[in-house]
């Protein structure tokens, strides 16, 4: 990878983009977003995703997702704002715009989760300083926010969301400060928030790590617990 410099957190892989070629994301020692990616000859090619849009150096891991022919890649700022880069004209030009300052959302304290809606619209989730999960949508083609938390009455968070879609409603995963797995999830078409909590129902033991989850005919949920084993929960 002639160029691409030294790695300072985790990659982000996607196994095809818009083109069907390999994409790799990852933050810089520099603090940029870089991207690895296979070219037109089947060759691996390196972009600074950072110095393409001036955006601002990261202090966490980058999250893309796909939307349509278009990247999107979200990530937390050196000034707690949430910035997502992005394609436009069938992803050849990238641009970069910071949620925060579009939405009046509060600071980030950790890394963001891209997801799309039941719809296909953009929902970016991150957890504020504030220990709420708060999401970042686009409706009617603008950008807004929600106080997940406290819509929900949901207990402060103690790391990042996971969100995924069943059907057509929305569930965000998160680990609280209770050391309890919690859900958020959407009800009536996607427009009404609710929490529970998995850990509780389960009796399962504390856990020591974020939640991951995937749809295996019903909702299956993983996490590490403080007894250091891998836990995994699910509806039967």
Do not use: C
């Not at 990659?11 to 020692?29: C, H, V």
């Not at 989760?113 to 999960?133: A, M």
């Amino acid at each position: 990878m002639a160029g691409a410099p030294a790695a300072a957190g985790d990659p982000f892989a996607l196994p095809s983009g818009p083109s069907g070629k390999q994409i790799i994301t990852y933050r810089g020692a520099d603090g940029h977003i870089d991207a690895l990616w296979v070219n037109g000859s089947s060759l691996w090619a390196h972009t600074d995703m950072t110095a393409l849009t001036n955006a601002p150096l990261s202090v966490g891991d980058p999250f893309e997702y796909l939307q349509g022919g278009n990247q999107l890649v979200s990530f937390r700022g050196v000034d707690s704002d949430i910035h997502e880069l992005y394609t436009i004209n069938n992803n050849i030009q990238w641009l970069q715009t910071d949620l925060i300052k579009l939405t009046s959302a509060p600071p980030a304290a950790g890394d963001p989760f891209g997801s799309l809606s039941p719809r296909g619209n953009q929902i970016v989730g991150y957890t504020g300083k504030d220990g709420h999960i708060h999401q970042l949508y686009i409706s009617s083609s603008h950008w807004l926010h929600a106080d997940v938390t406290a819509l929900t009455n949901a207990p402060l968070s103690a790391g990042d969301p996971f969100e995924y879609l069943q059907g057509g409603n929305q569930l965000v995963l998160f680990r609280g400060v209770d050391s309890n797995i919690h859900q958020l999830y959407t009800i009536n078409n996607n427009s009404q928030w609710l929490q529970t909590d998995l850990s509780k129902l389960t009796s399962a033991p504390p856990a020591a790590g974020d939640p991951s989850a995937y749809i295996f005919g019903n909702p299956v949920v993983v996490y590490r617990g403080t007894d250091w084993h891998i836990h995994l929960l699910s509806l039967q």
